[in-house]
C-alpha cells in the first residue's frame, strides 16, 4: 500500500485514497471502519446508493401512496374511461373501430392508442400515460418496481446462500466434494443459461410447479426467482471457492485448525468472516444482474406474467406500441437503467472500499 | 413475444353429421348473403373474379408471408398454407374463384363434372378429365386418389377426421394395410368410387378442400413440404425454407380447367417474416408487393392516412366470444353467465382490437342470412353486480383463460378486471396458442370461462352452432364446445334442423332463434366482435384486380400490376 | 497433452449428454400440454390422438423416447412436433445468421473493449478514466432488449434518422454490402455490454501488471514509457482477457444473442430458440440446447489448450 510511486500510470483511484490515509491512521481501525471511510470519499458511488435507496423506497411504498395520487390500482383497466385535464375530456385509449358509411363502404378509425403522459396536469392521473389496457403507467412502474426488485433480490439471495455453502464445502473440503461440485458447476456452465430459464420459465407457466409441500401456481413470483438463483449459483460460487482456496493456505486457518477448533467452527468463525466483505460485493453486482436477467425474461414472457407488472412486461407491451405510445416501452427502460447502473455504481466503490486490491469479478 | 401468428383455422367441415345429402353442393349457396364478403377502403377491388384479371400476366409476384404451418396439402390446415397450396394441389373438387358468397360454390376441378350421387347418400361416382398430367410429366391415375387419401392416415393428418365415414377407413387408420375399402378406382376407366358407411351432407365440400388433393400413389408418407410435390394446378412449388421463404412458378403441364384459371404472376415469391411491423416494412420499403400478415395496430393510422388506396379490409366470417362453462361453478348458474354478458362493454375491447372489428352480440357473423340483430346486453356494471349477487356467487375465484399474444392478452386482462369489478375474484391465465385449445377443450382443465373465436369453413350456421354448442358433441378430450352448453330443447332444434336440406326463410328464423336462444334465453357464450383482415399491396399493383375468396381469402393468382 | 485432450473431450460429452438429460426431464416430468393432442391438431378425436401417440411413440417408456431423440438428432431426422420440420435443418439454416452477428459483434466487443480498457488504465484517476469508467458501467447496466427496441425505433427505416433496414437477414453471399447494413445495429446493440464489461477487466488487469516485476525491470532498462505499456503490459494484460472472450464467445453463440435475435428478427438459431419455446416444442428446444452448450464446452477446452500454449506455467495434467 506504501507503494505510492508515480508514473505515468497512477495507481488505482481507491489504493491512491488508501495511500492518502497514511500507515498511522489505519493501525488500530476496522477494516468495516476503514472501508466505510474510503467509501464516504467516494461520492458518485455515495450518490448512487442515494438513488438506488430512493428508487428502492419509492417502489415499496407504493402501496402506500401510489392510490391517493393516481387515483387507481396497478391492475385496474381504464379501456373505455376517460379522463379531465384542463377541463377536457380524453380518451384514455384512442376510441375507434369500424363503421359502414352512407354508400356501404367500411370506415376504419384505428383505435386503442394510450395516452401518453400528463405528468401533472391531469390531477396525478397518468402522470407516465396509460399502457394497452388503459392501465396507468406510473402506477404500474411503481408495483412493477416492486416485482423487479423482490426477484432481483430473493434470486441474488438464492444465488450467494447455495453458492457459499457449496463453496464452503468444495473450498474447504477439497478431495470428492470438491470434484462433484466442481462437476455439477460444468454442467450447468456448460448450459446455454438464458435459454435454460426461458425454456423453464415457459414450460412452468402452463402447469405450476408441484413441490412435495406446496404448489406454485404458472404465475408465481417465486418461479422466476427460483429459475434465476438456480442458474446463477456456480457464477458466484466460482470466484469465492478460489478465495476459500487461497484462504486454505494462510496461517491463521492453519494457526485454528491445529488449535484443534472444529471443521465447523473454523468455517463459520474464521472464513465466513474473510469472504463477507467480497459477498457483499457480489450482492450488490448481482442484483443488479439479475434485475437485466428478470426483465429479459419478462420480456419474452418467461419472467413475471401479466397482469402482475414487472419493468420487463411492460416494456413487452410498450414494444407493440412503439410508433404511437413510444413513452410506454421508454420509461421501464429508463427505470432499469437507473436501477441496475447505481447497483453496478455503488457496488464498484463498495469494492474499491472494502478491498482495494480485490479483484471480484462477475 | 411480439409475434402473433394468424392462424386462421379452418375447422370442422367434418362437423356436419349424416344425412344432408340435398344439403352438400347447396350449402355454399345456400348462404345467399345479404352483403358483400369482402370490403375496402379504396373504392376499387370489390367483387371481382378469376377470371375477370385473367391474361394479365407479369413475371413475379413478392409476398411477405407468416410461417405457414405446412405446404404439404395432406398436413397443412392453416389458410397461411391453404391460401396457396389451393392453387398448386387440386382434388376432384374445388371451389368457385370469386369474391362474395358465390365463392362457396363447389366445381368440379380434376373430376370431369360434378359427381352422381346415389339415392341414399351413399355413393359418389366420378370420372378424371382425360389427359390429365402432375408437373413432371407423368399421368394422374384414379388410383392416386386412393393412395391419397390412404396417406392421410399414414401421416397422421390433422385432416383424417373428414374421411372416417368412407367405408373401410376405420380399419385402415388402425391397421394402415390393405387400403381402404370403400374406395374404387379405375385407372383405365378413370373412375373414382366413394363409399360411406352413412351419409354426410357436406361431403363434397370436404372434396374440395386441400386434404383432398390428389397426389401421385408414391408419395412417401411423411412430411412433404420442404420438397414439394407434382402438382395438378396451375403453379407448383419450386423451393421451400421454413421460417424463410418459398417459390412457386407455373406449372408447365397444366392445361386449363374451367373455372380455375392459369393465374398472372409466372412466379410467387414468397419472405417469410414473423413480425408485423417487420412485414409491413418489407412493403413499405418496396421489397415486397404484399403483406399476409395483419397490419399492426401501432401503424393502422400511419398505413391507413398515408396508403389508403394499397390497403383492403376485408370480413372473414368469424365470432370471437368468451365461453362460459356451464359445468363448473360460478357460471352453472344463469345469472352468473348473464352478469358476463352485461358486464362486458364491447365498444371497449373493439379498442383493445385496435378499432379492426365490429361489435356484436350474435353468436353468427353477421354477413350470413340467419344473422337477426341481438341487441339485449348493453352495458351496465351495476346490473351486472347485482346479477353475481343474486347467482350466490360473489367473492368465489375465477380463472380466465386465454392466449398469451395479441389481442387475447389484453382482451383476458380486461375481462379479468371486470369480473374483479363485478365480485369475483379473477386471474388471468394466458398459454402459448400451440397449447390453448387443446388444454381449454380437455375436461380434465375445467377452465371456468376462456377467450376462444371461431372462423368459418363455409357459410352455414351448422358449421357454428352445431359444431361449437351442441350439447350431443361434447367431449371429454379436444372438445369444442368448451363451455359444455347443453340444453335439451336446443340440442334437439339443432339435430333437427341438421336434417333440413335447404336453408328456406323459415329454416333461417329457426336458426336465428337458437343464435339469440344461446346468447339471451341460455346466455351460453359471451360473443363480442368480428374482426375485419387486413390486405396490403405495394403501390405497383393494381387494386382492381384484388378480391378476396370466401374460403381462401385473397386470391394472389388473380392479382395484376398497374400498367 | 493428449492425456489432458482425452480428458477434456471425455468430459465434454459426458457434461452434453447430462444437458441433452436435463432438457428431456424438464419437459417430461413439468405438465405443459400433450405433443401427441397437439400434432393431431385441434379438432382431433380421441381415436386419432392415440394413433398419433402411437405412432411418434409417446407411449413408449421415457427412457426408449430419450434414446429415439438422441438418435434422431444424429442421424439428423429428427422433428418439431408442431410443423414437422427438421430440426438439424433449421438449425444449420440458422448458422449463418447467428455466426455473422455473433463474430461481428466479437469483433467490436473486444477491440472497442481493449481500447477503452488502455485508454482508461493510462488516464487512471483523471477525469477520462472516471468517464469511461461510467460509461462502462452505464454500457453493463442497458438491458439488452429495451437496448435493441430504442436503437431500432431511432435509427432504423420508417422512423426518425431512417439510417438502416429494420430488420432480418441478409445473407453474406447474396448481398455483401446489404448483409453489412443490416447487422450493423444488432453488432452494436450486442456489443456494447461487452465493451464496458473488458474495458473494465482490461483496465485492472493494466493496472495490477504495471506493478509486476517485469514491467519495473522493462522500465529500469530505460524502454520508453509507450513502448513498455505496449510490448509489456498491454500484452501481458490481454491473455486474462482472451480467455474471457473465448468463453463468452462460446456462450453467445450458444444462446447469449438469443435476445437480440429476436428484437432484430434476425432469423438465426437464437430466435429459433425462442420461438420453439414460446411453442413448448421439445425437439427443437432439445437441438439448439444441444447446439448451445455443444459450442460452450467447445470453447472452454479451446480456451484452456490457448492457456496451455500462451502460458508455460500452466501445465495441464
Not at chain 1, 386503442?112 to 404500474?140: E, I
Not at chain 1, 414450460?203 to 413441490?211: E, K, R
Not at chain 2, 412485414?279 to 397490419?295: C, E, H, M, P, W
Amino acid at each position: 500500500m506504501a507503494d505510492t510511486q508515480t508514473t505515468e500510470f497512477t495507481l488505482d483511484t481507491a489504493s491512491v485514497l488508501a495511500s492518502e490515509e497514511g500507515g498511522a491512521e489505519i493501525v488500530g481501525r476496522s477494516p468495516w471502519a476503514l472501508a466505510w471511510r474510503r467509501l464516504r470519499r467516494n461520492y458518485v458511488a455515495l450518490a448512487f446508493l442515494v438513488l438506488f435507496v430512493l428508487i428502492l423506497i419509492s417502489c415499496a411504498l407504493a402501496p402506500v401512496y401510489a392510490h391517493h395520487v393516481a387515483h387507481t390500482g396497478p391492475n385496474t383497466n381504464h379501456v373505455a374511461d376517460t379522463f379531465t385535464k384542463n377541463g377536457k375530456e380524453i380518451d384514455v385509449l384512442k376510441a375507434g373501430g369500424i363503421t359502414k358509411g352512407a354508400n356501404g363502404e367500411t370506415i376504419l378509425v384505428p383505435a386503442g392508442a394510450p395516452v401518453g403522459p400528463q405528468w401533472f396536469s391531469a390531477g396525478g392521473k397518468y402522470v407516465l400515460g396509460a399502457d394497452l389496457n388503459g392501465r396507468d403507467v406510473a402506477v404500474r412502474l411503481l408495483y412493477g418496481g416492486i416485482n423487479s426488485l423482490k426477484i432481483g433480490i430473493g434470486s441474488a439471495i438464492i444465488s450467494i446462500v447455495f453458492a457459499v455453502i457449496l463453496a464452503l464445502l468444495a473450498g474447504y473440503f477439497g478431495g470428492w466434494a470438491d470434484w462433484l461440485i466442481t462437476r455439477v458447476f460444468d454442467v450447468i456452465w456448460a448450459f446455454p443459461v438464458f435459454l435454460l430459464a426461458i425454456a423453464l420459465g415457459t414450460a412452468l407457466q402452463v402447469g405450476g410447479l408441484q413441490l412435495g409441500f406446496t404448489t406454485l401456481q404458472g404465475n408465481s413470483l417465486w418461479i422466476p426467482t427460483m429459475i434465476i438463483g438456480i442458474v446463477l449459483i456456480p457464477y458466484v460460487a466460482r470466484p469465492v471457492r478460489g478465495q476459500i482456496l487461497s484462504l486454505r493456505e494462510k496461517e491463521f486457518i492453519e494457526a485454528s485448525i491445529a488449535q484443534g477448533a472444529s471443521t465447523f467452527r473454523v468455517m463459520t468463525s474464521e472464513i465466513l468472516p474473510n469472504i463477507a466483505s467480497t459477498l457483499l460485493v457480489l450482492f450488490t453486482l448481482i442484483v443488479a444482474n439479475n434485475i437485466l436477467f428478470e426483465t429479459g425474461l419478462s420480456f419474452l414472457g418467461a419472467g413475471v406474467r401479466d397482469p402482475e407488472p414487472s419493468w420487463g412486461n411492460i416494456i413487452q407491451q410498450g414494444a407493440t406500441r412503439l410508433a404511437t405510445a413510444p413513452t410506454l416501452a421508454l420509461i421501464p427502460g429508463i427505470a432499469i437503467v437507473l436501477t441496475v447502473l447505481s447497483l453496478n455504481i455503488f457496488g464498484d466503490g463498495l469494492r474499491d472500499a472494502l478491498d482495494p486490491r480485490a479483484k471480484v469479478k462477475i | 413475444m411480439t409475434r402473433k401468428p394468424r392462424w386462421v383455422w379452418l375447422l370442422s367441415v367434418c362437423a356436419l353429421a349424416a344425412g344432408l345429402s340435398l344439403f352438400a353442393a347447396g350449402c355454399g349457396g345456400g348462404g345467399g348473403s345479404k352483403s358483400g364478403n369482402s370490403s375496402s377502403t379504396s373504392s376499387s377491388g370489390e367483387g371481382g373474379t378469376a377470371s375477370q384479371n385473367q391474361g394479365k400476366t407479369f413475371a413475379s409476384f413478392r409476398v411477405t408471408w407468416d410461417a405457414p404451418d405446412y405446404f404439404d396439402p395432406g398436413l397443412s390446415y392453416t389458410v397461411t398454407g391453404w391460401q396457396i397450396i389451393q392453387h398448386v394441389y387440386l382434388g376432384l373438387l374445388g371451389y368457385k374463384e370469386t369474391a362474395g358468397p358465390g365463392g362457396a360454390t363447389v366445381i368440379p376441378a380434376l373430376a370431369q363434372s360434378l359427381p352422381t350421387v346415389s339415392a341414399d347418400g351413399k355413393d359418389y361416382k366420378f370420372t378424371l378429365r382425360p389427359n390429365l398430367k402432375f408437373s413432371d410429366g407423368t399421368p394422374v391415375k384414379a388410383s392416386d386418389f386412393k393412395a391419397s387419401i390412404e396417406r392421410l392416415y399414414k401421416v397422421d393428418s390433422p385432416g383424417v377426421g373428414f374421411f372416417d365415414q368412407i367405408v373401410g377407413a376405420d380399419t385402415f387408420s388402425k391397421t394402415k394395410k390393405g387400403g381402404i375399402s370403400g374406395l374404387v378406382v379405375d385407372d383405365n376407366a378413370r373412375t373414382v368410387e366413394i363409399k360411406l358407411a352413412t351419409p354426410r351432407g357436406d361431403f363434397l365440400n370436404i372434396l374440395g378442400i386441400p386434404f383432398a388433393a390428389i397426389l401421385p400413389a408414391g408419395t412417401p408418407p411423411s412430411d412433404q413440404s420442404t420438397k414439394g410435390l407434382p402438382a395438378t394446378g396451375p403453379y407448383m412449388q419450386q423451393s421451400y425454407k421454413p421460417n424463410r421463404s418459398f417459390v412457386f412458378v407455373r406449372n408447365p403441364n397444366y392445361t386449363e380447367i374451367p373455372g380455375i384459371p392459369k393465374g398472372n404472376p409466372d412466379k410467387l415469391l414468397g419472405t417469410i417474416v414473423s413480425e408485423d411491423t417487420a412485414a409491413l416494412q418489407t412493403v413499405l420499403n418496396g421489397k415486397s408487393d404484399y403483406d399476409f400478415r395483419t397490419i399492426p395496430t401501432d401503424r393502422l393510422a400511419e398505413v391507413q392516412s398515408k396508403f389508403k388506396d394499397q390497403l383492403h379490409l376485408y370480413t372473414p366470417a368469424n365470432t370471437y366470444y368468451f365461453a362460459m362453462n356451464t359445468r363448473t361453478p360460478p357460471f352453472d348458474k344463469l345469472e352468473a353467465r348473464q352478469a358476463v354478458n352485461y358486464a362486458i362493454d364491447r365498444a371497449a375491447i373493439v379498442r383493445l382490437f385496435g378499432g379492426l372489428g365490429v361489435t356484436t352480440q350474435n353468436f353468427l357473423p353477421p354477413t350470413y342470412p340467419q344473422y337477426k340483430k341481438i341487441d339485449t346486453y348493453t352495458h351496465d356494471l351495476a346490473k351486472a353486480k347485482q346479477l353475481v349477487k343474486q347467482s350466490g356467487t360473489a367473492g368465489m375465484k375465477i380463472t380466465v383463460w386465454g392466449l398469451n399474444e395479441a389481442p387475447s392478452q389484453p382482451t383476458v386482462e380486461y375481462l379479468a378486471d371486470v369480473l374483479n369489478k363485478i365480485g369475483w375474484k379473477a386471474t388471468p391465465k394466458l398459454l402459448a396458442h400451440d397449447v390453448y385449445f387443446t388444454t381449454i377443450g380437455n375436461q380434465a382443465t375445467k377452465a371456468q370461462i376462456m377467450y376462444t373465436d371461431w372462423y368459418q369453413d363455409y357459410p352455414h350456421p351448422l358449421d357454428w352452432i352445431d359444431v361449437l354448442l351442441n350439447g350431443n358433441r361434447i367431449t371429454e378430450t379436444h372438445n369444442n364446445n368448451v363451455g359444455n352448453a347443453k340444453f335439451a330443447a336446443a340440442d334437439q332444434l339443432i339435430e333437427k334442423l341438421k336434417k333440413e336440406p335447404e336453408l328456406t326463410d323459415p329454416i333461417n328464423n329457426q336458426w336465428a332463434t337458437l343464435d339469440h336462444d344461446y346468447v339471451v334465453k341460455y346466455s351460453a357464450v359471451a360473443p363480442y366482435l368480428n374482426i375485419e383482415g387486413t390486405d396490403f399491396f405495394s403501390k405497383d399493383i393494381d387494386a382492381g384486380c384484388y378480391y378476396n375468396h370466401v374460403l381462401f381469402q385473397f386470391d394472389w393468382t388473380a392479382i395484376c400490376k398497374k400498367s | 497433452m493428449a492425456v489432458f485432450l482425452a480428458r477434456r473431450l471425455v468430459g465434454a460429452v459426458i457434461v452434453l449428454a447430462i444437458v441433452s438429460i436435463v432438457v428431456f426431464v424438464i419437459f417430461v416430468l413439468i405438465p405443459n400440454g400433450d405433443p401427441a393432442s397437439r400434432i393431431a391438431g385441434r379438432t382431433a378425436n380421441p381415436d386419432s390422438v392415440a394413433r398419433v401417440r402411437h405412432d411418434f411413440g409417446f407411449d413408449r417408456p421415457v427412457y426408449v423416447q430419450y434414446a429415439k431423440m438422441m438418435k434422431q438428432i444424429f442421424t439428423a431426422n429428427l422433428i418439431s412436433y408442431t410443423n414437422r420440420t427438421n430440426v438439424v435443418d433449421q438449425i444449420k439454416q440458422g448458422i449463418p445468421a447467428t455466426f455473422s452477428l455473433v463474430i461481428g459483434a466479437a469483433l467490436i466487443w473486444l477491440f472497442f473493449g481493449v481500447l477503452v480498457g488502455v485508454i482508461a488504465a493510462v488516464s487512471a484517476g483523471r477525469w477520462s478514466d472516471r468517464a469511461i469508467t461510467i460509461l462502462a458501467l452505464v454500457g453493463i447496466s442497458l438491458p439488452v432488449f429495451w437496448l435493441g427496441l430504442v436503437v431500432r425505433f431511432i435509427f432504423a427505416e420508417g422512423h426518425p434518422f431512417n439510417w438502416f433496414p429494420d430488420s432480418g437477414y441478409v445473407g453474406l453471399t447474396d448481398n455483401p454490402l446489404q448483409w453489412l447494413y443490416h447487422l450493423l445495429m444488432p453488432w452494436w446493440v450486442l456489443a456494447i455490454l461487452f465493451i464496458g464489461f473488458y474495458g473494465r477487466v482490461m483496465r485492472s488487469n493494466i493496472l495490477d501488471s504495471i506493478n509486476e516485476d517485469y514491467v519495473r525491470t522493462a522500465r529500469a532498462k530505460g524502454l520508453p514509457p509507450r513502448r513498455v505499456l505496449v510490448k509489456h503490459v498491454v500484452r501481458n494484460s490481454m491473455i486474462p482477457v482472451l480467455t474471457l472472450f473465448g468463453l463468452d464467445f462460446g456462450a453467445t453463440i450458444g444462446g447469449g444473442a438469443i435476445i437480440t435475435e429476436f428484437v432484430f428478427q434476425l432469423n438465426g438459431v437464437g430466435q429459433y430458440a425462442a420461438d420453439s419455446i414460446s411453442r413448448l416444442d421439445l425437439p427443437p428446444i432439445m437441438g439448439v440446447s444441444l447446439f448451445g452448450a455443444f459450442f460452450i464446452v467447445l470453447f472452454s477446452v479451446l480456451v484452456d489448450l490457448a492457456y496451455a500454449f500462451l502460458d508455460p506455467r500452466i501445465r495441464p495434467t
